[in-house]
């Protein structure tokens, strides 16, 4: 899988270098690949994928300018009194709002402007079988995030009990959803397992404010 010579790799914004990127003959164009717990911000014509279980993905982009990424996150299993609102910030709710608030500054650093914000949301399927409230409590932090902020959620994919692929183009807007139904869902399971068990050992600490 190779790109034609007139196509070369466009230049990662500065601190994503990391994240993996390859060309995608399937859309013809270059795809960045997220895993659980990392996200990516870009100025290119690029496309951002990633597979979901119980974890969400926020796909949010300036409308006009077409800056945009996407983040794929989990809030740990226990909330403490059970409060995603700010007045009773948990482990939890900071998990879940570094996750947002990093993304969202990211493409405000980069040009965007707050406005401008459109939000998608994908993801919160119920695949693991002893722990099946993960996927609702994912899906009603990232809403009531959203709500919260002042943002506006244009179109979501959200519940119900298969894993998804969710493959999104910031400049455009346009997503892909792929719903697995049993296709990996073992792979998936073992991957947001071990995520899961990493934040819960590895809190999140410090504060983020939106500029």
């Given amino acids: 899988m190779s790109p034609p010579p007139a196509y070369r790799m466009p230049l990662p ?9 390859a060309w995608s003959d399937t859309y013809e164009t270059y795809s960045a690949r997220l895993n659980p717990g990392e996200y990516y911000v870009t100025k290119n014509d690029e496309c951002v994928y990633t597979t979901l279980g119980s974890c969400i993905s926020a796909c949010i982009r300036d409308k006009v300018s077409g ?11 226990s909330s403490g009194d059970g409060s ?31 406005q401008n914000l459109e939000v998608k949301l994908f993801g919160g399927g119920r695949i693991i079988a002893n722990m099946t409230d993960v996927g609702m409590r994912n899906i009603a932090f990232a809403r009531d995030y959203i709500q919260t902020e002042g943002l506006r959620v244009t179109s979501e994919d959200v519940g119900d009990i298969f894993p998804r692929m969710v ?10 959803v792929k719903r697995l139904r049993s296709l990996h ?5 073992e991957q947001e397992t071990q995520y899961l068990h990493s934040i819960e050992e590895k809190p999140v600490s410090g504060d983020i404010e939106l500029f």
């Fill in 167 to 176: 493959v999104y183009f910031p400049a455009s807007g346009r997503v892909r």
């Fill in 13 to 21: 914004i500065p601190g994503f270098e990391h994240i993996r990127r």
């Fill in 185 to 189: 869902n073992n792979t998936i399971v």
């Fill in 67 to 77: 800056i945009g990424g996407m983040n794929h996150f989990m809030l740990p299993a």
């Fill in 84 to 114: 995603w609102k700010a007045a009773g910030l948990s482990s939890a709710t900071r998990y879940g709002n570094f996750a947002m608030e990093h993304l969202i500054n990211e493409i405000l650093k980069n040009g965007g402007q707050r």
